[in-house]
């Protein structure tokens, strides 16, 4: 049997005191600070790239308040959600409950199954958008191979990735990746403030205007005309966006502030889990700052030409070939990561079906398993050409029922019998939001991304 522990369905052990309050004297726990850190390095990764493709659906001023609209919405839901873990864990007398637990003990079996199939998909969407991230950055790079191609040929790394079957062979390269993540983010913001501040042209890539212009002799002008072809110039950020496209933004919002699968790791692995409120909330103020900064500045930047991340707005020279070097590296590496909590869904459920296997054969069905799950991700990935609206639909799909739907259904759950009116209706107003929002980004993303591949 695999060795593996995932912290998202991480089972329970038994202790006698309360989890909120108990100061766990272990080396291996963290400080307030560690936990801040940790927190920052999961929410500040590729998907602050769509931002500005977000805030272009959404104009930068409803974009601005959207942003921090949800931003506060998701801190709140996390809030509640550790509220109703550290409840449920003092009433069962146990010191870890997994999200899909907490949904299991307040919802029933009908939770505990929704919770993981939105994990899976959430997962499962996070690798296929690293894989074409990966794929459209290399095809910039070196543009005589295809995606296609690319995708064709990263489809063995990805395969001999997914068995690898435990996260701390890869712990050595973790801090390389955040490093090269950072360091690419800081090059793409010091070049957007320099665009800025020098009040560059910006034009459409791979889009040509019809100009008329007289057709001349010599050096006069004659009465005749002809066309040709020039580069558009893109329009400027609009303050409204359409209100077709707002889905879109929010599917990509949710998508880069989706750190709901850090939130019960982090508050299990804290040596004073009742202070895990103070660092959600100096986390996600400082998230909140970063993702409007680079969002706003990405799209005032590029207005109508912006990409479906930023990063593929950026110059053709030597410094952000690297950079997107450095990005698909580090974005390897996460691929691992990520595939590690959907694979363990996976194997938990089959496993009891191959317990009367040897461990060799248990081994081979294993590395059998995982590289079809690979391929999925991968052939998901060479499906679909957008990257903007592959990350919204995944946003959409999965992440915003995660971040903003469970948490105050699991508390209501819990706790309604103690609510108030307005409590009661905040809950209800939470669940609609997230509702709403989620069935409206998946079918927008869906219906532009068929519009996309015809």
């Not at 049997?1 to 998202?8: A, D, F, V």
């Not at 690979?374 to 959409?396: K, Y």
């Not at 209706?425 to 993303?445: E, H, K, N, P």
Request: glycine share 6%; proline share 4%.
């Amino acid at each position: 049997m695999s060795e593996e522990r995932t912290p998202l369905l991480a089972e329970g052990n038994v202790q006698t005191q309360d989890p909120a309050h108990i100061v766990v004297h272990d080396k291996n726990k963290t400080s307030e600070g560690e936990t801040l850190v940790n927190f920052l390095k999961g929410c500040v990764a590729s998907g602050v790239l769509a931002l500005p493709f977000a805030f272009q659906n959404a104009g930068y001023v409803l974009g601005t308040i959207g942003m921090v609209l949800i931003i506060g919405i998701a801190t709140y839901c996390l809030s509640l959600l550790i509220l109703t873990k550290q409840t449920l864990c003092k009433q069962y007398n146990v010191d870890t409950m997994s999200y899909s637990e907490v949904g299991h003990f307040t919802v029933g079996k009908v939770g505990n199954y929704l919770i993981t199939s939105a994990l899976l998909v959430t997962q499962l969407g996070f690798c296929c958008v690293y894989v074409l991230f990966i794929s459209v950055h290399l095809n910039e790079v070196w543009p005589q191979v295809t995606r296609l191609e690319y995708v064709a040929i990263t489809l063995p790394v990805f395969v001999v990735l997914s068995w690898v079957r435990s996260l701390k062979r890869i712990a050595p390269t973790s801090m390389f990746a955040n490093l090269l993540i950072l360091f690419s983010l800081l090059a793409i913001l010091a070049h957007c403030i320099q665009s800025m501040t020098n009040h560059e042209t910006i034009y459409m890539d791979g889009h040509d205007c019809k100009e008329v212009i007289p057709v001349m002799n010599g050096t006069i002008a004659t009465n005749q005309t002809r066309t040709i072809d020039v580069a558009c110039k893109a329009e400027s950020a609009m303050a409204f966006a359409d209100v077709g496209s707002v889905p879109i933004f929010f599917g990509n919002a949710v998508y880069s502030v989706e750190i709901i699968g850090l939130v019960l790791p982090m508050e299990n692995s804290m040596a004073r889990p009742s202070r895990v409120n103070r660092v959600l909330y100096v986390g996600m103020a400082i998230v909140a700052v970063v993702y409007v900064l680079f969002g706003l500045l990405g799209y005032l930047v590029y207005g109508s030409a912006t990409q479906g991340t930023v990063s593929e707005n950026m110059p053709d020279n030597v410094l952000f070939n690297v950079v997107k070097i450095c990005l698909c590296v580090a974005l390897v590496q996460t691929y691992t990561i990520q595939l590690y909590p959907a694979v363990n869904i996976i194997e938990k459920a089959y496993a009891p079906k191959i317990n009367h296997l040897s461990p060799s054969q248990h081994r081979v069905v294993q590395t059998v398993v995982r590289s079809l799950i690979a391929l999925l991700t991968v052939g998901l990935a060479a499906a679909i050409p957008h990257l903007g609206l592959f990350i919204s639909l995944v946003g959409s799909l999965g992440a915003g029922a995660l971040a903003l739907v469970f948490p105050p259904l699991m508390h209501y759950q819990l706790f309604r019998d103690s609510l108030n009116t307005a409590q009661r209706v905040r809950a209800y107003v939470l669940i609609l939001f997230g509702v709403l929002g989620s069935v409206a980004g998946t079918f927008v993303s869906i219906k532009d991304i068929v519009n996309a591949m015809t």
